[in-house]
């Protein structure tokens, strides 16, 4: 899923072209993507847009008289930019948005169309879509350290609360938690203050950093490498790779559609973090330590 980094340099990508732009036209294909029935989607039609904004992992469009189109690509959707009047793929197509100096495609890849795109109206209409976390690139440590510590939860759980955090989700909670050196199932009421200071630390900066990354990357083309597997990061999509500051093999807890990837040397104290179809399976066979695992490795 795109986040905060991924999505900033979209927004930047956007600016350097839509901004100022007439949007001629909204073609939808797909059934599910449009989640709003009024207004309609020709009110935008032939309207300038007048800014962009970022909504946690939302991109916000919006264009004369207050009107504000709202796309989350959630977990593969992804945005092109092409000549005016671009087809729209046939099978991972969703919708264009024909500007005057070109057209913004809209893909999925997968058969579940989880991609959202919402027209609403005026400020009221972009608060109901904001799910309310703080931008950490702009709080301070007081505020950061309140929003950590208000409810006991996993460290995992609470940077990829959209209501917490903007913008963090599932691969920079594992690139943050590796560089503060801290355990995604550490319970966040327990953590002391430079075990918080730590954390708050290594957000800003990995979110900075990933962000200069995928400006670097793009330069002056649209964004078109978005994923959430990237060759520079530590652990994050790095199963059973050696871990860059110690070289232990990176761990993973899978759950749902998603994994949590971790070093157990540098975040764990040497445990292994049960993954829970394995350690079902495996029940008493199943290795504590790092020391365990390199055992029945050598076997």
Same mark, same amino acid.
């Given at each position: 899923?795109?986040?905060? $980094?991924?999505? %900033?340099?979209?927004?930047?990508?956007? !600016? !350097?072209?839509?901004?100022?732009?007439?949007?001629?036209?909204?073609?939808?294909?797909?059934? &599910?993507?449009?989640?709003?029935?009024?207004?309609?989607? !020709?009110?935008?039609?032939?309207?300038?847009?007048?800014?962009?904004?970022? *909504?946690?992992?939302?991109?916000?469009?919006?264009?004369?008289?207050?009107?504000?189109? %709202?796309?989350?690509?959630?977990?593969?959707?992804?945005?092109?930019?092409?000549?005016?009047?671009?087809?729209?793929?046939?099978?991972?197509?969703?919708?264009?948005?024909? &500007?005057? @100096?070109?057209?913004?495609?809209?893909?999925?890849?997968?058969?579940?169309?989880?991609?959202?795109?919402?027209?609403?109206?005026?400020? +009221?209409?972009?608060?109901?879509?904001?799910?309310?976390?703080? +931008?950490?690139?702009?709080?301070?440590?007081?505020?950061?350290?309140?929003?950590?510590?208000?409810?006991?939860?996993?460290?995992?759980?609470?940077?990829?609360?959209?209501?917490? /955090?903007?913008?963090?989700?599932?691969?920079?909670?594992?690139?943050?938690?590796?560089?503060?050196?801290?355990?995604?199932?550490?319970?966040?009421?327990?953590?002391?203050?430079?075990?918080?200071?730590?954390? /708050?630390?290594?957000?800003?900066?990995?979110? @900075?950093?990933?962000?200069?990354?995928?400006?670097?990357?793009?330069? @002056?083309? &649209?964004?078109?490498?978005?994923?959430?597997?990237? #060759?520079?990061?530590? %652990?994050?999509?790095?199963?059973?790779? #050696?871990?860059?500051?110690?070289?232990?093999?990176?761990?993973?807890?899978?759950?749902?559609?998603? +994994?949590?990837?971790?070093?157990?040397?540098?975040?764990?104290?040497?445990? *292994?973090?049960?993954?829970?179809?394995?350690?079902?399976?495996?029940?008493?066979?199943? $290795?504590?330590?790092?020391?365990? *695992?390199?055992?029945?490795?050598?076997?």
């Amino acid at each position: 899923m795109p986040e905060l $980094p991924d999505i %900033v340099v979209y927004i930047e990508a956007l !600016q !350097q072209r839509i901004l100022g732009q007439t949007l001629n036209r909204v073609r939808v294909i797909s059934p &599910f993507l449009l989640r709003t029935v009024a207004p309609p989607l !020709q009110a935008v039609e032939g309207k300038t847009v007048s800014e962009l904004r970022r *909504l946690g992992k939302r991109i916000a469009v919006g264009v004369a008289d207050d009107y504000w189109l %709202v796309l989350h690509l959630m977990i593969a959707g992804r945005l092109h930019w092409h000549q005016g009047g671009a087809k729209i793929p046939a099978r991972r197509g969703l919708a264009a948005f024909d &500007f005057s @100096n070109g057209s913004l495609l809209l893909t999925e890849a997968g058969s579940k169309k989880r991609a959202s795109l919402h027209l609403v109206e005026g400020a +009221e209409g972009l608060r109901a879509l904001d799910p309310g976390g703080i +931008e950490v690139l702009e709080a301070d440590f007081e505020t950061f350290a309140r929003q950590i510590t208000r409810a006991n939860h996993t460290l995992k759980r609470a940077l990829t609360d959209p209501h917490l /955090f903007s913008g963090i989700g599932n691969a920079y909670s594992d690139e943050i938690l590796h560089r503060a050196m801290l355990s995604p199932v550490a319970l966040t009421q327990r953590l002391n203050g430079g075990e918080v200071r730590r954390l /708050f630390e290594a957000t800003r900066e990995t979110l @900075n950093e990933w962000v200069a990354r995928n400006r670097n990357e793009a330069g @002056n083309n &649209f964004p078109e490498k978005v994923t959430a597997f990237r #060759p520079g990061m530590a %652990v994050h999509g790095k199963f059973g790779k #050696p871990c860059p500051r110690c070289g232990t093999k990176v761990q993973r807890i899978r759950y749902a559609d998603n +994994e949590t990837d971790y070093c157990p040397r540098c975040q764990t104290g040497g445990k *292994l973090l049960a993954d829970r179809a394995l350690s079902r399976l495996l029940k008493k066979d199943w $290795p504590r330590t790092v020391e365990e *695992l390199e055992a029945l490795t050598r076997e």
